[in-house]
């Protein structure tokens, strides 16, 4: 998990859950040991901040654009955007596609959904938390689940983005689905 700022920790639980190995990235050196990455939920303007001042903005892109396998939720899946409607924050370009942050609600309007993922045998218990909105994305990126029409997982190859959290929920289907990327 890229540990800079967010729930870190609620990750690493999950990723232990669904048979990984956590291990945390606050450095380039960090970067080279890893098989996969999370970029978690938190603030993603933070999380941008801090990947600048640790020297980690270039070495994510690289690594990522080489093939490691990446997820990243809410504020994650922001910072693995190419752009956010109105914002000027430092981004990874991962993933070409617009989001709108806090655009699905504020804090007090946080919710939970069964959401349908194509391919999924029942439900996903969906939480969502001042999440972004997908306003466009480029045809190469594919949409396995949507909510009030704005698409919500995404995957382009390796590089997977949810707008809620899956590591607040007790179904690690998300995570397996990276792990089972891992070569
Ligand atoms: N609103 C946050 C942001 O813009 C994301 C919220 C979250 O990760 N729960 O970065």
Not at 41 to 51: M, N, Q
Not at 122 to 128: D, E, L, N, R, T
Not at 129 to 154: F, Q, Y
Request: with cysteine; hydrophobic share 45%; proline share 6%.
């Amino acid at each position: 998990m890229l540990a800079l700022q967010g729930d870190v920790r609620e990750h690493a639980r999950m990723v232990a859950a669904s048979g990984g190995i956590p291990s945390e990235v606050r450095t380039p050196t960090d970067l080279e040991g890893i098989d996969a990455l999370i970029i978690p939920g938190g603030e993603s303007t933070t999380i941008g901040r801090l990947a600048t001042l640790y020297g980690l903005v270039d070495p994510l892109r690289s690594r990522i654009s080489d093939g490691l396998p990446t997820l990243g939720t809410c504020a994650g899946m922001i910072f693995l955007a190419s752009e956010v409607t109105g914002g000027d924050q430092p981004l990874l370009g991962a993933l070409d596609m617009v989001v709108e942050r806090n655009a699905f609600g504020r804090q007090n309007e946080s919710f939970e959904c069964d959401l349908a993922v194509d391919g999924w045998e029942y439900a996903f218990p969906a939480v969502f938390i001042r999440a972004p909105v997908v306003d466009r994305t480029a045809p190469d990126i594919e949409v396995l689940a949507s909510h009030n029409g704005r698409p919500v997982l995404v995957r382009k190859d390796h590089v997977m983005a949810c707008a809620f959290h899956p590591e607040l929920t007790g179904d690690d289907r998300v995570h397996r689905m990276l792990i089972d990327l891992v070569g």
